[in-house]
């Protein structure tokens, strides 16, 4: 699985931090390809929670780190 550590900021400016778990091919294993193929909601998890992010809200993603 790929986990990345991402901000990412909505339309209203605020932003989220925390990271994106998931398995992917390794001709879509990119952060942008799983948010382009990701359902309505994506989960960020966060300190022992998870935000579920409404997709359509996102306006940018940038990631932290690359483990």
């Known amino acids: 699985p790929q986990v990345k ?3 990412i900021q ?5 932003v989220e931090r925390g990271s994106v778990r998931y398995v ?3 001709a879509r294993s990119r952060v942008q390809d799983y948010f382009n193929d990701a359902p309505g909601f994506l989960p960020l998890f966060q300190d022992g929670c998870v935000l579920l992010v409404n997709r359509e ?3 940018s993603v940038l990631v932290e ?3």
Not at 10 to 14: F, P, Q
């Open 5 to 7: 550590n991402v901000a």
């Open 10 to 14: 909505l339309d209203d400016g605020s």
């Open 24 to 26: 992917a091919p390794d």
């Open 57 to 59: 809200r996102v306006a």
């Open 65 to 67: 780190d690359s483990r």
